[in-house]
């Protein structure tokens, strides 16, 4: 079973950068898809980006340009770097292989003046 582990989580003004990091213990995430998913205070856990196994990513079109995907086998570690954030990105952001294994605690992005 994977162990996922959020961090990079800060308060940032508008048009501010984060970069967060998802590392994974228990198993390797090489061979999985794996994805970035946001919860926005009262609203439910929604999917932001993908990326598979070979490198391919995709976005939602609100983060679409802004954030960035990406991988490293050799760490078992998934990043997401964010920039331009937005008012409405805050959340606390998860991430997950696809299929879901067990959910991590999570890290808080906020974003405000």
């Known amino acids: 079973q994977v162990r996922l582990v959020e961090s990079g989580g800060a308060l940032v003004q508008p048009g501010g950068s984060l970069r967060l990091s998802c590392a994974a213990s228990?198993?390797?995430?090489?061979?999985?898809?794996m994805g970035w998913f946001r919860q926005a205070p009262g609203k439910q856990r929604a999917l932001v980006a993908t990326i598979s196994s070979g490198g391919s990513a995709n976005y939602v079109d609100s983060v679409k340009d802004r954030f960035t995907i990406s991988r490293n086998s050799a760490e078992n570690t998934v990043y997401l770097q964010m920039n331009n954030l937005k008012l409405e990105d805050t959340a606390v952001y998860y991430c997950n292989s696809l299929p879901f294994s067990d959910w991590g605690q999570g890290t808080q992005v906020t974003v405000s003046s």
């Open positions: 228990g198993n390797t995430i090489s061979t999985y898809m």
